[in-house]
């Protein structure tokens, strides 16, 4: 994709020294609000001096954030493979016909600024990577980001995740209703949202009846799936049941089938995306010998969520009722 000049408006923000992932911004004149407005994120603060115009997101979960915030009039456009499953029965449908789908590919620097985008919402590994798109690659155009909070590096090399996820989905509301002046649409979201994980978490299964749950995302050599920071571990807690990973002090990560076999979990749930299908992910994990011992594959205990239940996203609360209906005795 060429990239086009940016328009007189957007070429002065290329004069700012802006950063992305969360560092201070330069200050220019304030918008209507008569003041700036200072932020949190990846523990970083950030000020912005207006509200963005243009923000261009990245993957299914972070685009549905912005529309549950009702801010589609604020976006640009996103950028998502067609892979993510049914647009089309969400609650937020209509953010989706009212926004232009940018590309079905990754996100790039060209697209960002064909956009025009003032700002990026996206998260490492969920567009932003290393020798990659970048918040500091964006900062150099004058663009700035918003980096998914389930994706912040917590200091352990490429490890991701800083707080419990659904902890992570209410502080990116949060920080997201502040800036764009959202914040009773925020806590809403939020309120509701909890009230109806207590709900489940009421009916769910306690102590020793709480069954032990695997998340299969992919991989056959080695299986990719979620440690305590990614969502399906909050998924799985609040539905009543215990994450065979949640040990592990990452968001989206690669283990071992011998930790699998070892820990025994009595159900697996499929992350449904991608050219495999949840079928085909079904049936070679049914099909495969190292496994055949495992209480999930014997009892045939395998249940399928979409990718956006499983990643930080408005759907978290809806999956964890979902699922909690597969985890009850």
Known sequence: MPVRRPATAF???????????GAQVEKAAPDARGSAVTIENCGKKMTFDKVPERVVTNDVGITEIMFALGLEDRMAGFVMPDDKGDLHDVPW???YKKTKWLSKHQITKELAVDARADLVFAGWNYGFGEGGLTPASLRKLGIDSYVLTESCHNGRGSARGIMPPLEALYTDLTQLGKLFGVEDRARKLIADFKAQVAEVQRKAPKGADRPSVFLYDSGQDKPFTAGRFAAPDDIIA???????THDLADSWTTVGWETVVERNPEVIVI??????TAEQKKRFLLNYKPLANVSAIKHERVVTLDYADLVESPRNPAAIEHLATHLRP
Do not use: N
């Open 271 to 276: 992350c449904d995306y991608g050219d495999t």
């Open 238 to 244: 609040k539905a009543g049941g215990r994450s065979i």
């Open 93 to 95: 449908k209509d953010g």
């Open 11 to 21: 070429a002065a923000l290329l004069a700012l020294t802006l950063t992305g992932c």
